[in-house]
């Protein structure tokens, strides 16, 4: 039972251009979302993270939005730059257990 | 270091072996996590430590995996009579008392 579902394994994305990876998840009791970004042979490193208080958090070029309603939040990249080019998850937790990964999706961003 | 430290970084292994990998997670923090990924897969929760309290070991794929933490610091995870599917990097993670979680760099296990 997949709990947090990243169902675009893939996205490529024009230098400059908006990205957005979307991440929908089914457990209502979630209350604190991640977004990890993973390099190829590297372990994954902290992003940005969103609490179920809020429906938005930003810094600099990173945004993530949470709809709870829909149990849905996504991230943005804006501009997308190449080195943001990675394999990109998120994440979800509540009270203080483990994080529950999803998938994963490659961004793929085109010079 | 400041960061999560695991070794070894890459481990060639025969069939039916037993390997250890080792993790130093961050100084205080109380929360060790180990992950693993294998090749075109997301990242599988094998196990949690928190604090005291008794693990959750609710994510070992079979009983050959088993991992402890001593003295509430480093954590070996024990991979006994490894087979070609046990192949993927094992990633261990540590978090202070919230939610953020801090990566170590992984070890990368290859069984032949």
């Known amino acids: 039972d997949q709990q947090v579902k990243q169902n675009s394994p893939s996205l490529s994305v024009q230098e400059g251009r908006i990205s957005i990876l979307n991440c929908d998840y089914t457990?209502?009791?979630?209350?604190?979302f991640l977004w990890y970004k993973k390099y190829p042979a590297e372990g994954p490193t902290f992003l940005i993270s969103?609490?179920?208080?809020?429906d938005k958090n930003e810094d600099g070029r990173f945004t993530v939005f949470l709809n709870k309603s829909a149990k849905h939040l996504s991230l943005h990249i804006v501009p997308s730059q190449p080195g943001d080019s990675a394999v990109y998850f998120c994440?979800?937790?509540?009270?203080?257990?483990?994080?529950?990964f999803g998938t994963g999706t490659r961004l793929t961003i085109i010079p | 270091g400041a960061g999560v430290s695991q070794s070894p970084s890459n481990k060639v292994t025969e069939k039916g072996k037993d390997v250890e990998l080792r993790c130093d997670p961050i100084?205080?923090?109380?929360?060790l996590y180990w992950y693993r990924q294998s090749l075109g897969q997301g990242l599988e929760f094998l196990i949690y430590?928190?604090?005291?309290?008794?693990?959750?070991k609710s994510g070992l794929p079979s009983d050959r995996f088993s991992a402890e933490r001593t003295g509430g610091s480093v954590s070996t995870l024990t991979i006994q009579r490894t087979q070609q599917e046990d192949s993927a990097v094992y990633l261990c993670?540590?978090?202070?008392?919230?939610?953020?979680?801090?990566f170590g760099e992984g070890s990368w296990l290859t069984v032949v």
């Open positions: 993670a540590s978090s202070s008392r919230g939610n953020t979680i801090y």
């Open positions: 457990n209502s009791m979630f209350d604190y």
């Open positions: 969103i609490s179920s208080i809020k």
């Open positions: 994440a979800a937790s509540f009270g203080n257990e483990k994080l529950t």
């Open positions: 100084s205080g923090h109380t929360a």
């Open positions: 430590f928190q604090g005291n309290s008794a693990p959750d």
